[in-house]
Structure formats: C-alpha cells, structure tokens
C-alpha cells in the first residue's frame, strides 16, 4: 500500500507503528498502599488469563486429538506474566484465534511455539520498521477466516438438540462473544454453567420407598452375580457428569492400547450429565470405534437417557449398543465378540 499511495490504515497509522529494539529491564516499586487496590483487579485478570488459557488449549486438543496439561499450561503462562511487566509487558494469555491459525497451518509440537516466538522477536528486532505498514483490513480478513474456521459450525446443529438450559447458556455465551468481547461472554457463561451445574445436582437428589418390586427390578443391574468374560472391562461413572467432572474419564483414554475388545461403560449412578459430558462420550465412542473395540453403555437414568435421545447419541455408538442394564449389555458383548471375531474372515474373503 506504500508503493501505490493509497489512503489504507494501517498498523502504523492506527497504532505509531510496532517497537523497535529489546525492551528495557525496569523493577517497579512496590507500595502497600496499592495492594488494596490492585488485588481485586489482579486476581479478575489472572482468571480470565488463566480461562482463555485453558480454553485454548481445548480448541488445540478438538483440532489435533491431542491432550493438554493444565497444570504445565498454567504455570508456563504465569511464570512469563509476573517477569514480562519488569520490561514494559501486558499480562498475555494463550489466544484462541493464533492457536487455531498455527494448528491449521501444521503445528503439531511445542516447536511450534518456539518459532512463533522467535519469529516475532524477529520481526521486533529487524522488522518493526516493514511491520507497520500491514494494512489493517488485511489482518481483519485473516482474522475473519481464522475465526469462521474455528467456528465448528458443524456442532450448532446437536447444541440445538439438547436441553433449553444448554441451549440458553450457549446463546447467551455466543451473543455476548458478538457483541460485547470474548472477556464478559466467559464471565458470563462461566456463571450460567456454574447456576446450571448447581441445578442440575440439586434436582437428582429423590426420595422414594425402597419396595419389593424396585429390589426385583434392581437385580439387572448388580454385578455380584453376572460373570465378567476376559473380553470385557467394566468401567463406571458414578454422580453427575457436568462439565466440571469430564476430566474422570481420562482414565479409559489412558488405558486404550490394554483394553479388550469390548469395554462396557455403567451409567446407573450417573445422575445427571450436560452437553459438555455428552461430548467426551462421544469422542470417547469415536477413539474406541478407531482402535477397532466395541463401546457399550448400560443402565441410564432418566435425566441421562433423555438428553441422550435429544441429542440422537445413539448414531455414535449405535441404538444396539445403548443397553437397559448390565445383564443386557454382557449379552450384547457377547454378540459384539462374535462380530469382531469374524471380521478378518469377511476381509479375507471380500480380499479374494
């Protein structure tokens, strides 16, 4: 746009250009007096870094099937936020928009962090000067790209599909992210989440008579008396699955190369479960259905089993394997085993 002259804004016009040069080391003085009135302040922006952080880092695992660690997460970004202010820096957190463009550009390695850091150590000690002249429309549209691809757009439609509580915490989170910032829609959905999750709790605690016809109807369910074949494994999920509990299930996916052919998971005393909780089932279903296993699930209750069939769960894991109870699901592993066995004789015959 220089060469041609035309009347563009740029980052130069807008903003007096980008820094030139190392920053210069400047210990801040400290006073009491401030304390007071920093800390509140203080601790909002480190939970919101620490938010948009994490969040981030969930966007990066959707795109490459890879899992994060929280904890390394963290501290890598607050270690650098305490240093950065002693040489004129921001607090910084992990953007969601420069993760999903550096994961789609083939980042697949902490390397690739390490690049774009030096590449804008770079860029501000050699060229800041060329730097400033990037119009602004254009970072405009690589950010409209970038942020229609990270959309996940194909989700809207099963969102819809779930409770209205779900559905209201996801439009009010998506309206705000609109038209106010990214800042106040994770503030406010943060707090929807929470009052929903604290609903959804409270509303599984009952009361009710233990008679001869629910102990009668309790026997489908027990495990003491069913016999467990080699080929199985039984895993459980016991209390609510809301989005705050989703991290229990790590537990199978660390576990996928030693498990059987058929793994069984028990929902009776799964008391309540969100579109958050949904999702993991589902991408559990898909990573076991990868690995060549038969995921089965047994027992829902009603909360569970109806946002299930909202939610049309049953076409990633299939109705058959959706079953009342333990005893029905051992009878289904029993087929799902006999189907598994004669797999590589229909490979060899199609083969022929």
């Known amino acids: 746009m220089v060469a041609f002259k035309l009347p563009v804004e740029t980052i130069g016009s807008r903003f007096g250009g980008i820094p030139s040069g190392p920053p210069h080391l400047h210990i801040p003085d400290f006073h009491w007096s401030l304390v007071h009135g920093l800390i509140s302040p203080a601790i909002t922006v480190a939970m919101l870094g620490a938010i948009e952080s994490l969040m981030s880092a969930v966007v990066a695992d959707r795109m490459t099937g890879d899992k994060h660690n929280s904890n390394v997460e963290l501290v890598a970004q607050g270690v650098?936020?305490?240093?950065?202010?002693?040489f004129g820096g921001l607090p910084a957190t992990g953007a969601i928009a420069r993760t999903a463009t550096n994961v789609r550009s083939g980042a697949r390695t902490p390397v690739a962090g390490m690049i774009h850091a030096l590449t804008l150590l770079g860029i501000l000690?050699?060229?800041a000067p060329l730097a400033s002249h990037v119009p602004l429309a254009v970072l405009a549209g690589i950010l409209m790209v970038v942020s229609y691809n990270m959309g996940e757009w194909a989700e809207t439609g099963k969102i819809l599909r779930l409770s209205k509580s779900d559905i209201s915490v996801w439009l009010?989170?998506?309206a705000l992210t609109v038209f106010a910032d990214l800042t106040v829609a994770v503030e406010f959905g943060m707090i929807l989440a929470a009052l929903l999750f604290i609903r959804k709790v409270t509303a599984t605690a009952t009361v009710s008579e233990v008679t001869d016809d629910y102990v009668e109807a309790g026997r489908v369910h027990i495990l003491q008396d069913k016999d467990i074949p080699d080929y199985v494994r039984v895993f459980r999920i016991h209390g609510?699955?809301?989005?705050g509990a989703t991290d229990k299930l790590d537990l199978l996916s660390e576990q996928l190369d030693d498990l059987p052919p058929v793994v069984i998971v028990r929902l009776r005393n799964m008391t309540a479960i969100d579109a958050t909780g949904l999702k993991v089932l589902e991408d559990l279903a898909e990573k076991l259905h990868d690995s060549g296993r038969a995921l089965l699930f047994c027992g829902a209750p009603p909360q569970p089993r109806q946002l299930m069939k909202q939610a049309a769960f049953?076409?990633?894991?299939?109705a058959e394997n959706l079953c009342p109870s333990i005893e029905a699901a051992l009878r289904r592993a029993a087929e799902c085993m006999k189907e598994i066995?004669?797999?590589p004789a229909r490979s060899q015959t199609e083969g022929s």
Not at 80 to 86: F, H, Q, R
Not at 314 to 318: E, I
């Open 80 to 86: 650098p936020n305490i240093v950065s202010p002693m």
């Open 125 to 127: 000690l050699f060229a």
């Open 172 to 174: 009010a989170t998506f």
């Open 240 to 243: 609510p699955f809301l989005f």
């Open 314 to 318: 049953d076409r990633h894991v299939g």
């Open 341 to 343: 066995q004669l797999e």
